[in-house]
């Protein structure tokens, strides 16, 4: 991820020619380039073509909170918590562990020594909150992402770039100038706010924040506020800089108002009602509105320091605007069973009228709201979809249709912003941001449902993928994302496209065909192509069909597989696990062979009312929850040997059999026997070297989240490490053994990917590849390719074939000189040690890399890109080096 990583023998040189030097040796990272540099913007990209990319098939999802809930309850300890300050814990631990085996020149299973590719997608983007342009520099747009951190462009959103690898996992919600600085900026942190309550008592669903980050070089690093890392931190939904005094700041947040007066270093609170949005008067620093989450309009006269209750309105999430061309005209957008009604005020927010409305909205989730700088009665409003009004919200008309996407804006919006330089006349520009990224209209006035939208997501990678697959005949990965749908990859990271709807799920690639895959939508709505992803039919249409399927029998995202030793075998986690011997047939037929687990039914109704304990009743009373603890939440087929199936449940019971192609299979309780931790179970590795070694990956955020046993399941141990070079407490979403070398694990957690070569005992990291990025999924698209999928990052591929040894750590001297590049090894390195590195453009230089006499080599005119060579021989080692 990082370039600033040192791979085998490296130097880095910064100075005379510009830019960063990089000369590393096996390996470097083909990714979204490093953290941006927001120095020297290009000129303005201001013609951004429309988007092309297929949609088929289209399906809205269910509910965003059902995504939300599930990745909440993941998490959760035994107790049902989630420990405070948890993620950002987690990092500092990985920031311990790079340390040390920075220190020690550590084996790494590959994973810093590979090359990374990031296979995208640039095109089609996760969801997004913020957006913020530069006042002065119109090219300068940011973005925050709700699980991939803040992004810049430099050239007028024409390309999008990661900011800071710091901030990878946490959701940005918010983004502010200081109004009398614009190299000082604050990001807020946390999406909670915008769910409804996960457990019955405060809202804490989805990606929880850390606060309020903070940055006074223009974006390019972020520290928090470490003011803000109290619990009451968690979700801030909106900041706000007041337009006449300095360093004063307002934040709304979960837990209520707070205001700074020092820029941050320490805040009052001023309100203790749940308040999603907050804004100042354009041009007076002593006015100020909120928008509550409970229906409440709030104004203040003094800075914010006090707020009294607005009247008129009725509903539950809030969001207000000032009209710029006439501050006391105030507009709000109000949720209300499940639309959008949009309510004036003529007074300052003191008192509000009813106007026009009644268009869709998913509750808190989604709501914005705009109006025209210079026309008090030209309104926008966003929900599931964009309506515009020219008559001060009395009536509307419809902008905008997800249906249409990606020539029409992605459902769900939460962004409304205008170019700094509109004017109503010359310029009409409005950023949109949703669930699909960033959007684009040059005319706000005349844009309407199918024309006149631009796609913005160019090279903007914050695509959340739960699960993918790809297989070893075709380079097609099929991948499925949050309310993206299922997506396809042909090799161009720029140009992935949909091939069906709704929530995505997992995914399964066919290993003896290359043109069949398997995707589906929330609740095991599968389907199979056979043609790479042109067309799709269904595999649960059948009579013998999967009778948990739609419903809470079973999760929201659920685990579905191929049988690794036969195609024509797939199973299903539902409340039972669900078997078909004809995936491949016009008409699957599937069958239950698992019975339910100990304390469980078949049928959720007859049993103890595990939603409630959960906090799972969603709004409106239904209780059809997404992470019933009787679900099956993983399982896995021994390589080899397709009688030996091991499943997991949401509540951590894990049970195996040996018969598993029986028609009714003999399954035997095995978490008892350590005990395993009460916690979910993400996913389960069997050795492909011996089918007694089993691994299982736990989630929340505990020390012991993986554990081994080497004799099915009679015995447990965990095997996380101990001390600086142990896996970081955090959810450990995938453990993956590799393919031929015992004792090769490799870790999918929510602070990225880890590595062992010594089956557990001491584990490794790397900032190359998804560094820090939240992991959902690890596999193997041959023997030699690693796949990791990320929730926020899109996916990555690296080669671990051909590795180097590792051998110690060397120092190395530096020389830049003219147009020469010199570096020379302190210790020596043997013949055979591989040298790469990496230049960001094209150099009419000499390179050389000596090894202290012991090799050689020399490079001129270099061109940009990845360069390798060999000291000699073909390599067989690596050295991880510094430069002094």
Request: charged fraction near 20%.
């Amino acid at each position: 991820m990082r370039t600033g990583v040192l791979l085998g023998f490296s130097v880095l040189v910064m100075g005379a020619l510009g830019g960063a030097w990089w000369i590393s040796g096996a390996g470097s990272s083909e990714s979204p380039p490093a953290p941006l540099e927001l120095t020297a913007p290009p000129a303005s990209a201001n013609a951004v073509a429309p988007a092309t990319a297929k949609k088929k098939k289209e399906g809205r999802y269910e509910h965003p909170w059902d995504a939300a809930y599930t990745r909440y309850y993941q998490r959760v300890s035994e107790d049902g918590t989630i420990p405070h300050d948890a993620l950002m814990s987690a990092h500092r631990q990985r920031e311990a562990l790079l340390s040390a085996q920075g220190d020690q020149g550590v084996a790494d299973a590959g994973i810093s020594r590979a090359r990374w590719t990031w296979l995208g997608p640039g095109n089609i983007g996760g969801r997004i909150r913020p957006i913020l342009i530069h006042p002065a520099d119109h090219n300068l747009i940011w973005v925050g992402s709700c699980s991939g951190g803040i992004w810049a462009s430099t050239n007028a959103g024409g390309r999008f770039e990661p900011v800071d690898d710091f901030l990878p996992n946490l959701a940005v919600t918010a983004m502010i100038f200081d109004p009398f600085d614009a190299s000082v900026m604050y990001a807020g942190t946390g999406e909670g706010g915008f769910f409804q309550n996960a457990d019955g008592s405060s809202n804490t669903a989805a990606v929880r924040g850390a606060g309020v980050f903070k940055s006074t070089d223009g974006g390019q690093t972020w520290v928090r506020l470490e003011s803000t890392s109290g619990p009451e931190w968690y979700q801030v939904c909106r900041l706000a800089g007041s337009p006449t005094e300095p360093d004063v700041v307002l934040a709304a947040t979960g837990a209520g108002i707070y205001r700074s007066t020092d820029g941050g270093q320490t805040w009052s609170v001023r309100s203790t009602e749940r308040t999603l949005d907050i804004r100042f008067h354009p041009t007076d620093g002593q006015i100020a509105i909120a928008g509550r989450a409970d229906g409440i309009a709030q104004y203040s006269s003094d800075g914010g320091q006090t707020w009294s209750n607005a009247t008129g309105i009725s509903g539950t999430r809030v969001e207000l605007a000032f009209a710029p061309s006439s501050p006391t005209t105030i507009y709000a957008s109000v949720s209300r069973s499940g639309n959008l009604f949009c309510y004036r005020s003529t007074d300052g927010g003191r008192t509000y009228v009813q106007r026009g409305g009644g268009f869709s909205t998913l509750a808190l989730y989604d709501d914005a709201i705009w109006v025209h700088p210079t026309n008090a009665n030209f309104v926008v409003i966003g929900g599931l979809e964009l309506h515009r009004s020219t008559n001060g919200g009395s009536s509307f008309t419809r902008i905008s249709s997800w249906s249409l996407a990606p020539r029409s804006p992605h459902a769900d919006t939460h962004a409304i912003v205008q170019h700094p330089a509109f004017d109503g006349t010359t310029n009409k520009t409005v950023y949109i941001g949703n669930d699909g990224g960033l959007y684009r209209t040059d005319d706000i006035t005349t844009v309407t449902e199918d024309t006149g939208w631009f796609v913005m997501n160019n090279n903007l990678g914050v695509t959340q993928f739960y699960g993918a697959a790809a297989g070893p005949l075709s380079e097609t990965v099929v991948g499925g994302t949050q309310d993206n749908g299922t997506l396809r990859y042909r090799g161009d990271p720029q140009n992935w496209d949909r091939i069906f709807g709704g929530d995505g799920t997992y995914a399964a690639a066919d290993p003896t065909d290359g043109r069949i895959f398997y995707g589906g939508s929330q609740r095991l709505n599968l389907f199979r192509t056979d043609n790479g992803g042109d067309t799709t039919r269904s595999i649960v249409n059948g009579d013998n069909s999967i009778g948990d399927r739609g419903s809470s029998r079973c999760n929201f995202i659920p685990q579905f597989a191929l049988d690794p030793n036969d195609p024509n075998r797939m199973l299903a986690a539902a409340r039972s696990l669900w078997r078909t011997n004809n995936v491949k047939a016009g008409t699957v037929d599937w069958f239950s062979i698992k019975p339910p687990a100990q304390g469980c039914s078949a049928d959720p109704r007859e049993e103890p009312d595990h939603g409630h304990e959960h906090g799972e009743q969603e709004p409106g009373g239904d209780h059809y929850t997404s992470n019933n603890p009787c679900n099956i939440s993983t399982f896995a087929v021994a390589p080899g040997n397709s009688d030996i199936i091991w499943v997991a449940h949401n509540r951590g019971d894990v049970y195996m059999t040996t018969n598993g192609t029986a028609q009714n299979p003999t399954w035997t309780r095995v978490d008892e026997n350590g005990p395993l931790p009460a916690r979910w179970v993400n996913s389960i590795a069997i050795s492909p070297l011996d089918s007694n070694r089993v691994y299982v990956s736990l989630m929340g955020f505990e020390p012991d989240n993986v554990w081994r046993t080497t004799d099915a399941g009679q015995t447990w141990e965990p095997v996380v490490g101990s001390g600086e070079r142990a896996l970081p407490a955090a959810p450990v979403s995938w453990i993956l053994h590799h393919r031929t070398k015992a004792g090769w694990l490799y870790a999918g957690t929510d602070v990225g990917i880890f590595a062992s070569e010594d089956d557990g005992a001491t584990w490794s990291t790397t900032n190359d590849g998804p560094a820090a990025v939240t992991l959902d999924q690890l596999f193997w698209k041959d023997d030699c390719t690693l796949v990791a999928v990320t929730h926020g990052r899109g996916i990555y591929r690296a080669d671990v074939c051909g590795l180097c040894e590792s051998i110690s750590r060397v120092k190395a001297k530096c020389k830049l000189s003219r147009s020469r590049l010199k570096a020379t090894a302190i210790t020596s390195l043997p013949d055979g040690t591989a040298v790469s590195f990496l230049l960001d453009a094209d150099r009419e230089l000499a390179a050389t890399v000596n090894a202290q006499g012991k090799a050689k080599a020399v490079f001129k005119e270099v061109t940009a890109g990845n360069h390798d060579v060999c000291m000699k021989e073909c390599a067989t080692r690596c050295a991880s080096t510094v430069c002094e």
